[in-house]
């Protein structure tokens, strides 16, 4: 499905992965102003911790999400999605409308 724009169609390894799933969690998070922390986050993929690490890692490396410190809590990170992961999730999304 060719899809003009910025997207998560332009990641396809994303897709039937736990990947999607958090994209998903936190697409939905965002719009709640809900914070996920990454256990949150990992409890969200139905996949294995270590799995769910990985792709976490792989996200941020494609600046889909953004990780944050808990200044009060320094073992403590938030994940959100960045301005791209928003932007890629929400052009998927008016995609899929328009079909």
């Not at 897709?15 to 990454?38: G, K, T, Y």
């Not at 320094?74 to 409308?97: C, F, N, T, W």
């Amino acid at each position: 499905m060719p899809i003009d724009g910025c997207d998560v169609v332009s990641y396809p390894e994303l897709f039937h992965e736990p990947a999607w799933d958090m994209l998903l969690a936190l697409f939905v998070s965002r719009d709640e102003r809900q914070p996920m922390n990454i256990k949150a986050l990992v409890s969200m993929s139905d996949a294995p911790v270590t799995t769910s690490q990985r792709w976490i890692e792989h996200l941020h490396k494609l600046k889909l999400i953004d990780r944050v410190i808990d200044p009060t809590d320094r073992r403590r990170v938030e994940i959100s999605l960045s301005h791209s992961g928003d932007q890629a999730m929400r052009g998927y999304l008016r995609a899929l409308r328009r079909r």
